[in-house]
């Protein structure tokens, strides 16, 4: 029996605004998170984890 991620991203990107231009911080991601996955996110504070 195949499993069916309950998480599934395509084609992700993020851009901030500066104010020299955009700043492209993620470009194109793909993401599955399978069922009984651990996932986390780490970065410093600020860094736009939320």
Do not use: H, N, Q
């Not at 309950?6 to 851009?15: E, K, P, Q």
């Not at 996955?37 to 970065?43: H, K, M, N």
């Amino acid at each position: 029996m195949s499993r069916s991620p309950i998480l599934s991203v395509r084609g992700l990107t993020r851009t901030y605004d500066t104010a020299s231009g955009g700043l492209t911080v993620l470009k194109g991601v793909d993401l599955d998170v399978m069922p009984g996955e651990i996932v986390g996110l780490i970065g410093p504070s600020g860094s736009g984890k939320s």
